[in-house]
């Protein structure tokens, strides 16, 4: 199997931002554009001298002129090619004011009695131009409706982008946790996620869009961990019984704060909808006896039991301030003992066929070589996790 190695960094949200001022700009010399060319055939209805109405087009293709320099300079750097559509509209209603400058020459100088096709008469050939003026005017708004619509978007990802790093940031600063652990849980989450749907377990759930949004939430599963002390956080020894009932909180807290983050955003969040879950349900157990809410089997989300082991793996095989590392194999045996009491046993079967890439993963992003060889292992409750 091949997996993708994203960062929390770099899998969120989009470098590109459309200035809705030039878009303004271009709707409403395209709107100017589209009147003067009515105002011209009133012109013309009223025997308009050749120089008013040479004057009235040289002013028309000027202002297309504009539009469509507004829109070069839009355009600059992006690929779009929403963009490259709405430049080739501005560019023919350039070319369309210039023709018809041309044809009011030839209409100046043709015989009266001149006809073009379909037996139109020559002083009534400038009513064809309305035709291709009307689909370019249609064609211009259409296409930057869309653009202002694909803006809204951009800044919407742009503001979750920047929320998702602000939270980002606020987990690691309360926790002893690297950049590395972040991109070797996500790694570990991917994983197992794509094994569970090559088994046919949960695979209408698994799709590709839940398992980017479960990567990209995997960051914030501890962000509560901003409201326990550092005493009880950074604590060498055992914690004591009332030192474990704060140390739970971390689960709620972090719930707490991610629905904040989507209230202060004013609307709902793929991102920070399944972290919220993965949050709240990352210590819940399989058979009932985790927390908060001790929600058991299938009652707990399934991005929060793909996280859970994700997260127990890589705690056990990392060194901790109140532990020292465990071997792969002697994680993996953890694992296989705690499945269907702690832990969703398909996940853990999932962990157990992928075994041999999580030791790879684990080797190569290393927090400081604390993956040992074979070794004795100092055993510790994997509740701690």
Not at 193 to 207: C, F, I, K, N, P
Not at 292 to 319: F, H, N, Q, W
């Amino acid at each position: 199997m091949k997996y993708r190695h994203t960062s929390a960094h770099q899998s969120v949200g989009f470098d590109l931002n459309i200035a809705t001022r030039s878009l303004d700009i271009v709707v409403a010399l395209s709107a100017v554009i589209f009147v003067l060319n009515f105002a011209f055939e009133v012109l013309q209805s009223y025997g308009a001298s050749f120089s008013h109405r040479a004057l009235m087009l040289g002013f028309i293709a000027t202002l297309g002129l504009w539009a469509f320099i507004e829109c070069l300079l839009l355009m600059k750097g992006q690929a779009k090619q929403v963009f490259k559509i709405l430049l080739a509209l501005l560019a023919i209603q350039v070319v369309l004011s210039m023709t018809r400058a041309g044809w009011l020459y030839v209409d100046l100088h043709a015989p009266s009695s001149s006809q073009l096709l379909l037996g139109i008469p020559h002083n009534k050939w400038h009513l064809l131009f309305l035709i291709p003026y009307i689909f370019v005017f249609l064609g211009i708004h259409k296409t930057v409706v869309g653009l202002f619509s694909l803006n809204e978007r951009i800044f919407a990802a742009n503001k979750e982008k920047q929320m998702l790093i602000a939270l980002n940031a606020m987990a690691m600063a309360r926790d002893n946790e690297t950049g590395n652990h972040i991109l070797r849980t996500q790694i570990y989450a991917r994983m197992l996620a794509q094994r569970l749907r090559e088994m046919g377990y949960h695979s209408d759930v698994l799709t590709d869009d839940f398992i980017d949004l479960m990567v990209k939430a995997a960051p914030l599963h501890d962000i509560g961990k901003v409201g326990v002390p550092d005493a009880i956080l950074h604590k060498k020894g055992a914690l004591t019984p009332d030192e474990w009932v704060i140390m739970k909180t971390h689960t709620t807290i972090g719930e707490s704060i991610l629905t904040a983050a989507v209230n202060k955003m004013g609307r709902s969040d793929d991102v920070l909808d399944k972290a919220i879950m993965i949050a709240g349900g990352h210590h819940e157990r399989w058979d009932g006896s985790g927390y908060p809410r001790g929600l058991k089997e299938e009652a707990i989300p399934l991005a929060a039991r793909i996280m859970t082991v994700a997260d127990i793996y890589d705690a056990l095989v990392s060194r901790r301030v109140y532990k020292a590392s465990w071997t792969h194999e002697e994680a993996v045996a953890e694992i296989g003992k705690i499945s269907g009491a702690q832990l969703d046993p398909h996940v853990a079967m999932a962990f157990e066929r992928e075994a041999a890439q999580f030791r790879r993963i684990a080797m190569e992003l290393a927090d400081d070589g604390s993956v040992r060889p074979l070794s004795a292992a100092i055993v510790v409750e994997s509740s701690l996790t």
